[in-house]
């Protein structure tokens, strides 16, 4: 399974970005093999449609699950139609959240924020 | 750290008349204009240090390089957004038009239009003893949401405790108003006594509740029109709205503001007035 | 003058100045006169004029619609797409509001999958008030740009005759620019404030981009230092008018009524001002 995390830094030790669309960074674990790697954000300089774009770049990343503190209902639209869980993060470290959800001590994500239309949000 | 944002839908209520005294009154580290559009903030609000600056890179524009250019009108035929002219055969872009599509680049068979990065505004972050964070859009820019949030991310940099950040958002109920909303704690509601203020109240109010975020709202220059003042009161009421109170209308606000200063600065009616909402705003704010 | 029109643009780089005020009263001022609000977010033009006979017209503007027999998920929509409007899971997804209505999409796909259908922007009314014509748009909340609902209102009033009061979104973004792009004379409203004339010099900047002759109201005046009246002299702007904060004045305006058709004893100070602007525009 690969699971992504929107995050602060390009380290191990980061903590997680309260934007999903607009993170410097996606954390992505392979559970199978154990190893971490980063992906730049290029959503993050977008002029609007950030979460959408956030999105297509984890579905051609081929993810699995997605853990993030929060979801716009665009972003959420494009995961979630490719078949892609969204769970709640806990806390601040990422690091956590993936023993968290390899303990199957993660909820789903239920609450989707509304779109910000597409300009800046 | 909470964030209060202060909107008012219809524009020239006093939103950042009272933005500026409330800041004054909590002493605050946090502050921001989002604005962008028409950024007043920072003259009332005296800064002790340069800003750093730094550009805003909005959507591309198109640019048609005339040497390869075979002059098809295929770009001109195609635009959506009426922004490529021709005078004298010659194709040529106009930048305040232009979207930044792609639709031109696309399109072009010469390969003779490209886009390039554009600057659509400058984000101004002012660091003293707290932090300021204003920018301000280029004219005729379109992307003002983006930029609002530029202008909060700024706000980050505020040292760890603080406890309060006020937002002057911007009037109207589009993107950049509903970028100013996203994250807030609370906001307060700048009313105009006047039927186009009660309107644009309404709107700003219907905005404001798909966020989840405490609403509150205020009167400004309420002597101007006691009947209209009471219909908010009663409006508020009836959408279980807080009313925190009333500020009048008052010549020394003018007086105080083109010194540079906020109208806390200054013993006034209006002051005294701000003082009394700014309480009421701790409470909900702070309190549950 | 009756077999054409001269275009006027009140703005004022910020909101509350009394545009709408001067651009009302002056299209009330006139013998017959057309009333175009461009502030389509916040329209109020009409609260005062309250226009009868009225016809409306919804805007539309196009979105890509996806054949999806003929979609084979290539994602050259999604990648060419610069507002991200577009995604591919299983299929492709369009974000209707986040769409700025480019066409790109439609001529890049290879498969010939992409159509385009309509979505509602906003509306336009036209309307009479006695001697005014109005013609007033509002946007849909949420929607990307009034740009479109601009276009369609200044298309209905061009041709008409006589004057043509144009009432302009405050600020100076790209709304404000199509509102004035085709005015023959811009008035720009400013208050005594410095906010007023700090907003004064953005919408003078603005005028002068688009080379507009253009004369300045003075509103709220009150007779102490009125720093938009030093900016006008710095610049050389020539003031038509100044009108004094006046709590009548203040009264009739919030209670959406127009002062040069009620009881208002300083209404000749509108008057005076339609005959300085055709003076002007000669």
Excluded: W
């Amino acid at each position: 399974m690969r699971i992504a995390i929107p995050v602060n830094e390009d380290s191990q030790k980061t903590d997680i970005c309260p934007s999903f669309g607009r993170a410097p960074f996606f954390m992505i674990k392979n559970t199978e093999t154990n190893e971490y790697h980063f992906l730049i954000n290029d959503a993050a300089e977008s002029a609007g449609g950030a979460g959408i774009k956030a999105a297509q770049l984890l579905l051609n990343e081929k993810i699995d699950a997605v853990i993030t503190p929060r979801c716009g209902e665009n972003s959420a639209k494009v995961l979630q139609d490719a078949d892609v869980k969204i769970f709640k993060s806990q806390g601040s470290i990422a690091t956590q959240n993936y023993d968290l959800y390899e303990k199957g001590q993660l909820s789903p994500l239920t609450d989707i924020h509304a779109g910000f239309h597409g300009h800046g949000g | 750290m909470k964030r209060l944002v202060i909107l008012s839908g219809k524009g020239g209520t006093g939103k950042t008349t009272v933005a500026g005294a409330l800041i004054k009154l909590s002493q605050s580290k946090a502050y921001a204009d989002c604005d962008v559009d028409a950024p007043n903030l920072h003259l009332i609000t005296r800064q002790n240090t340069e800003p750093e600056k730094k550009d805003f890179y909005g959507m591309p524009k198109a640019e048609i390089n005339q040497d390869l250019c075979v002059k098809c009108g295929l770009c001109q035929e195609k635009c959506r957004f009426d922004a490529i002219k021709n005078k004298n055969e010659s194709y040529y872009i106009d930048s305040f038009s232009c979207e930044g599509c792609g639709v031109c680049e696309a399109v072009c068979p010469a390969d003779a239009v490209k886009l390039h990065k554009a600057v659509a505004g400058e984000l101004s972050l002012y660091r003293g003893d707290g932090v300021f964070s204003t920018a301000k859009l280029k004219m005729g820019s379109g992307t003002s949401g983006k930029l609002v949030t530029e202008v909060k991310k700024g706000l980050s940099q505020t040292p760890q405790e603080t406890q309060l950040a006020i937002i002057d958002g911007s009037p109207g109920i589009g993107c950049p108003v509903i970028a100013s909303l996203s994250g807030a704690d609370a906001v307060l509601i700048v009313a105009e006594p006047s039927v186009s203020g009660i309107s644009d109240m309404e709107r700003i109010i219907r905005t404001a509740k798909h966020f989840d975020v405490k609403i509150a709202v205020c009167v400004n220059k309420y002597d101007t029109n006691i009947s209209n003042t009471k219909k908010i009161e009663k409006f508020c009421l009836d959408e279980r709205l807080p009313y925190l109170g009333e500020i009048p209308y008052d010549i020394y606000a003018q007086k105080a503001i083109n010194q540079g200063k906020t109208i806390a600065e200054v013993d006034c009616p209006s002051a005294d007035a701000v003082k009394k909402i700014y309480e009421q705003i701790l409470k909900i704010i702070f309190i549950n | 003058m009756a077999d054409r029109n001269i275009k006027i643009a009140v703005l004022s780089g910020k909101g509350g100045t009394g545009k709408t005020l001067v651009s009302v009263n002056l299209a009330a001022a006139a013998n017959k006169s057309t009333y175009v609000d461009c502030d389509v977010e916040e329209p109020n033009g009409h609260l005062f004029f309250k226009p009868t006979a009225v016809e409306k017209e919804e805007i539309f503007v196009k979105i890509p619609n996806v054949n999806k027999d003929l979609c084979i998920g290539c994602k050259k929509c999604v990648e060419f797409c610069k507002f991200n409007a577009l995604a591919y899971g299983k299929e492709l997804i369009v974000f209707d509001e986040v769409c700025h209505s480019c066409g790109g999409c439609v001529l890049i796909c290879p498969q010939k999958a992409l159509t385009e259908k309509e979505k509602l922007i906003g509306i336009v009314e036209t309307g009479i008030s006695q001697n005014v014509k109005t013609i007033t748009g509002e946007l849909k909340t949420g929607e990307a740009s009034g740009v479109p609902i601009i276009k369609n209102l200044l298309n209905k009033a061009k041709n008409e005759k006589g004057f043509i009061f144009i009432d302009c979104p405050p600020g100076s973004a790209c709304t404000v620019m199509e509102s004035i792009a085709d005015a023959d004379f811009c008035l720009l409203v400013a208050e005594p404030t410095v906010f007023g004339a700090h907003n004064l010099s953005m919408a003078y900047e603005l005028v002068k981009v688009f080379d507009k002759p253009c004369a300045a109201v003075l509103n709220k005046t009150t007779g102490e230092y009125n720093p938009s009246e030093d900016f006008c002299g710095k610049y050389g702007i020539e003031i038509f008018a100044k009108i004094p904060f006046d709590n009548e004045l203040g009264e009739i305006n919030s209670n959406g009524k127009i002062a040069v058709r009620e009881n208002y004893s300083n209404k000749d100070l509108f008057y005076d001002l339609l005959v300085k602007i055709k003076e002007a525009v000669k």
